[in-house]
C-alpha cells in the first residue's frame, strides 16, 4: 500500500546542532521522495528530493539519506537556525504516472536560540 | 521568483453552500494538483490535472468535488454541497514538465471553515 509515516512528532534542538528528522516508507515501489518544510500558515516549500537511485544527496545545509533496504529516508540539517523551525513532512511518488504525492504526518522542529 | 498563489487565503461558508477556491498556478507548469490538510494533520492528495483533464483523483474526490481550469491561468476546484468536515486548508500545486522534475510547488493555501 501507499504509507508514509514519521518516527517523532516533535523535535528540539539548540541553535547550531546538527538536526536529523526521519521518515518511514512502505511502498518499495516508490521511485522519488521530497522534503518539504512547513512554516506556520503557508504552504509546503521544497527542501530536497532525492531519487530511489540514489543513497544520498546534498544541498545547502541539508542532505538527504535513502536507505531502500529497510525504506527508511532522513533529512540532516546542519547548524540548525531558529529560522528552521518549522513542520517537515516527507513525500513520496508512489510510481504512478501524474506524480501524485503521498505525504508523511510531519515532525515539528524546534530550535531554541 | 515565480509562485503559486491561491485565493482567497480564507474562506467561511455554511454547510450545504458551494465554493469556489482559485489557484494560479505557475505560468510554464503543465501539471496540476489540489491537496487538502485537516487541521493538525498530513496533507491529502486530492486529484491531479493535465491536459485539461483529470489524470489522478483520490478516495476522497467524489462526486461534490470538481475542477477546471476555465482559462489559460487560473485553476479551480468546485466544492458543490459544503460538509463539515470540509473543514481545511486546500492547497494548490504545479509541475512543469514530467522531464524537469517531479518536484511539486505549492501555493500559501486557502483555509476553509465549514459551520
Known amino acids: 500500500g501507499e504509507s508514509v509515516g514519521l518516527h517523532l512528532p516533535t523535535l528540539s534542538v539548540q541553535e547550531g546542532d546538527n538536526s536529523i528528522i526521519n521518515c518511514a516508507y512502505s511502498n518499495s515501489a516508490s521511485d522519488y521522495f521530497i522534503w518539504y518544510k512547513q512554516e506556520s500558515g503557508k504552504g509546503p516549500q521544497f527542501i530536497i528530493d532525492i531519487r530511489s537511485n540514489m543513497d544520498k544527496r546534498q544541498g545547502q545545509r541539508v542532505t538527504v539519506l535513502l536507505n531502500k533496504t529497510v525504506k527508511h529516508l532522513s533529512l540532516q540539517i546542519a547548524a540548525t537556525q531558529p529560522g528552521d523551525s518549522a513542520v517537515y513532512f516527507c513525500a513520496e511518488n508512489p510510481g504512478t504516472g501524474f506524480q501524485k504525492l503521498v505525504f508523511g504526518t510531519g515532525t515539528r522542529l524546534l530550535v531554541s536560540p | 521568483e515565480p509562485e503559486v498563489t491561491q485565493t482567497p487565503s480564507h474562506q467561511v461558508t455554511q454547510m450545504g453552500q458551494e465554493v469556489i477556491l482559485r489557484c494560479v498556478p505557475i505560468s510554464n507548469h503543465l501539471y496540476f494538483y489540489w491537496y487538502r490538510q485537516i487541521l493538525g494533520q498530513k496533507v491529502e492528495f486530492l486529484v491531479s490535472f493535465y491536459n485539461n483533464e483529470i489524470s489522478e483523483k483520490s478516495e476522497i474526490f467524489d462526486d461534490q468535488f470538481s475542477v477546471e481550469r476555465p482559462d489559460g491561468s487560473n485553476f479551480t476546484l468546485k466544492i458543490r454541497s459544503t460538509k463539515l468536515e470540509d473543514s481545511a486548508m486546500y492547497f494548490c500545486?504545479?509541475?512543469?514538465?514530467?522531464?524537469?522534475?517531479?518536484?511539486?510547488?505549492f501555493g500559501p493555501g486557502t483555509r476553509l471553515t465549514v459551520t
Open positions: 500545486a504545479s509541475r512543469k514538465h514530467r522531464t524537469d522534475g517531479p518536484e511539486q510547488y
